[in-house]
């Protein structure tokens, strides 16, 4: 579950379908994904994020991941508008 | 910065990752049957965005594909699919957009399928000039079946059947395919994202022949044979490295280009093309008949 | 102006042209094929008529291009065909498997010539019988029909466009060199009797399953890509909503309806030309060309007061077991002569076990059995 945040955007990560290949936390841009530090339900080191802050929904980790484990939602902050 | 894909689920209880939304659930998998790290997942949500952000009827879009791991991307389209042989993904969509030249005719290819079986089907269609798009996956690796090698597979790679080093080299495909006359020719790799989209908005958009090779990993069997990393990390890192733009690989001395792979847009043009051409004869001599 | 599908009116036409003259009239819309003796004709005739008709020509890089193309069209929403010889056939065998198991409507055209292998493409053979039924990898059925004239040519591609919709399977037309060069009288009629594509009742949207088979019916109906029906469209073995599996029961299901519905119907497809059966002792089995100088054997031989009757096969596959076992019976001796090394034959001697002795007349290609020939084996076996 996403944590109540300061931010527009918010961040879910489907455990079901996630296998754990890390691209997400690797290619975000603005490093609001880390991996988990204790193995989850399925063996797997998972994303959880880390600074929901920095996130500027641009989508990065989708399009990264080929297990459609990850989605970006939400609005950029009020300050942000224009800056996306 | 890129550009943020136009689809997004603005749910406030549950996000669903944007894919899902046109993907057909039942066929194998949770939600699909590719390995940790395979890019073909990435292809498949490439293909989606690009379908959304061009703002096509999907029930008018045909996904066609073959065997194999890429071959099988088509089974978990929601809409019309046709799984078809080894190889032979191109000649049914050639067929069907005959029957329909209303219809977006999609193929996604491995690289085997595209170039070993499918060879034939490959330069016929480029040559036609037929307005269907192919999409080929290239992970310079037979997946599904164990890692063997294909006609894309690199000079002096492991794999299950060149267990002392592959004494072949592979196929430029978009070389090849520009050859045979495709109008549209681009390469890109699972670790350029927003260019992969766009070349395959791009080929859809476009009438013709439109080909898009996506290089992807395979981390389970080329990765892991070749050193590249068991990882797909390790595989997209080695893409960043070694595909450069192709107006920077132009420019480099023979020296500098080795090891290295261009990507970029190699054709954008345009030449008659065969559906459009057969049902204009069609029209033409069916007015002209005088019995 | 006239119908360009329809040419009515009495000609004299080459085997092969009939059979386009037949495609166009049963409402083919497509032709996909690969230049080869003794089909090529017919493609030539496609190539010429079908942009008049409003359809499409394309020549396939090869046999198996062509099906592919053939099949995809079909999904497009079309009906649609192609012509070849023996090894065409071999080349397009896994399409043809595919054809089968997605149950696609198509006609395939085999103008038989001598072979194995590349043979002698200018002469005649009826080598094909089991090719074109037992061809491709696990189990299906197809329906072949062999005509014996222009006529037929043109008569019974009409017939298998239809077969073909009804049925949903490949349809073969089981013809050889002799027909593909023969000129004789065609009559083209005013109307011809043609089966649309069996569309679903249901509206489209979510939910359709594609192979879901209506209580009642053997074969599902067919939407076209496009439709909105959301299509799964495969040759995995699949459950009804197009998911593949792997479980027993599913294949059980599928093979047996992909078998029985054209098996299971044999009687209603038999189709054949006899006579003479009244008081036969002997009965003289063919097909194709070769059974024209079957009759004309069992016509002399009857002037000659020996009491022989004649049976010609039209359909082929499936094979006429009860016709065949019904007549077979009657007689004492049947002689079944053939341009291959016995293969309807053998079908024969299956269907008649012990109740007569079956003899085979065999010449592999080139030379057709004369009449005289048949009549001396008659002589010599009555």
């Not at chain 3, 038989?112 to 043979?119: L, V």
């Not at chain 3, 209580?215 to 469209?233: C, I, K, N, Q």
């Amino acid at each position: 579950m996403a944590p109540k945040v300061k931010t527009g955007y918010r961040i879910r990560v489907n455990y079901h379908y996630c296998t754990g290949c890390g691209n997400c936390v690797q290619y975000c841009p603005h490093h609001v994904l880390v991996k988990d530090t204790k193995l989850n339900e399925r063996g797997i080191f998972a994303p959880v994020v880390a600074a929901i802050d920095e996130c500027t929904g641009c989508k990065l980790c989708e399009m990264y991941c080929g297990n459609f484990a990850i989605a970006v939602g939400g609005k950029p902050r009020a300050d942000e508008e224009g800056v996306a | 910065m890129a550009e943020a894909p136009v689809i997004a689920t603005e749910d406030a209880e549950v996000l669903e990752h944007p894919a899902i939304r046109y993907f057909r659930f039942g066929a194998p998998g949770s939600p699909h049957i590719w390995c940790e790290g395979c890019g073909i997942g990435q292809v498949f949500y490439y293909t989606v965005i690009a379908i959304d952000e061009l703002g096509l009827d999907p029930n008018k879009i045909v996904w066609v594909g073959g065997s194999g791991c890429t071959g099988r991307m088509c089974t978990y389209w929601k809409y019309d699919y046709m799984h078809t042989l080894h190889g032979r993904p191109l000649g049914f969509a050639t067929g069907i957009k005959l029957a329909n030249p209303e219809l977006t005719v999609i193929c996604h290819m491995g690289d085997g399928e595209t170039s070993a079986i499918g060879g034939n089907h490959l330069i016929q269609t480029a040559r036609r000039n037929a307005d269907v798009v192919a999409i080929c996956v290239n992970n310079y690796t037979y997946g599904m079946t164990g890692g063997q090698y294909s006609p894309t597979t690199p000079i002096g790679s492991l794999s299950a059947t060149s267990r002392y080093g592959l004494v072949e080299d592979g196929f430029d495909l978009c070389q090849l395919v520009a050859a045979a006359g495709a109008t549209y020719v681009a390469r890109s790799t699972t670790a350029q994202p927003r260019p992969s989209i766009n070349y395959i908005k791009k080929a859809i958009g476009k009438k013709g022949f439109s080909f898009v090779e996506i290089v992807s990993q395979c981390p389970t069997f080329y990765g892991r044979s070749n050193k590249l990393g068991d990882n797909s990390i390790a595989m997209l890192e080695w893409m960043k490295n070694t595909f450069v733009r192709k107006e920077q690989f132009e420019k480099m001395s023979p020296e500098e280009r080795q090891g290295k792979r261009p990507w970029g847009e190699f054709v954008d043009t345009e030449r008659p093309e065969v559906v459009a051409s057969l049902h204009r004869l069609a029209r033409t001599q069916r007015e002209a008949y005088r019995g | 102006m006239g119908n360009p599908r329809l040419l009515t009116g009495v000609h004299l036409m080459q085997g092969q042209q009939a059979c386009a003259e037949g495609a166009l009239a049963a409402g083919c819309d497509l032709f996909a094929g690969y230049p080869i003796t003794p089909a090529t004709e017919i493609a030539e005739a496609m190539a010429r008529r079908l942009p008049q008709a409003g359809g499409i020509y394309l020549q396939g890089a090869d046999e198996l291009d062509s099906l592919t193309i053939v099949i995809g069209s079909v999904w497009g929403g079309l009906k649609a065909m192609t012509a070849t010889a023996g090894n065409g056939i071999c080349l397009m065998q896994e399409n043809i498997g595919y054809a089968a198991m997605t149950e696609t409507p198509c006609v395939i055209v085999d103008m038989m010539r001598a072979g194995p292998g590349t043979g002698i493409a200018t002469k005649s053979a009826q080598g094909d019988v089991y090719q074109v039924r037992y061809g491709s990898n696990g189990d299906y059925s197809i329906i072949a029909l062999a005509p014996e004239s222009p006529q037929e040519m043109f008569d019974l591609t009409v017939e298998a466009f239809n077969l073909a919709e009804e049925y949903r399977v490949p349809t073969f037309i089981l013809g050889d060199e002799i027909l593909s060069n023969l000129r004789e009288k065609v009559v083209i009629p005013s109307e011809v009797k043609v089966t649309p594509r069996r569309k679903p009742t249901v509206p489209p949207g979510e939910g359709y399953k594609t192979w879901a088979v209506p209580p009642g019916e053997w074969t599902p109906p067919m939407p076209s890509f496009g439709d909105g029906y959301r299509l799964a469209v495969s040759s995995f073995a699949r459950t009804a909503d197009g998911s593949p599996s792997q479980a027993y029961e599913v294949q059980r299901d599928i093979v047996n309806r992909l078998w029985n519905k054209v098996e299971a119907n044999a009687e209603k497809l038999t189709r054949v030309e006899d006579g003479y059966l009244e008081d036969a002792e002997l009965l003289v089995i063919g097909f194709g060309s070769v059974a024209r100088s079957v009759k004309a054997a069992a016509r002399q031989a009857r002037a000659e007061g020996l009491k022989v009757g004649f049976s010609r096969l039209i359909g082929i596959w499936p094979f006429p077991d009860s016709y065949v076992a019904r007549v077979g019976k009657r007689v004492k001796k049947v002689i079944v002569a053939e341009m291959n090394m016995g293969k309807v034959c053998r079908e024969v001697q299956r269907c008649l076990g012990r109740d007569a002795e079956v003899i085979l007349s065999s010449k592999p290609g080139v030379a057709m059995h004369t009449p005289m020939e048949i009549l001396d084996e008659i002589r010599k076996v009555i």
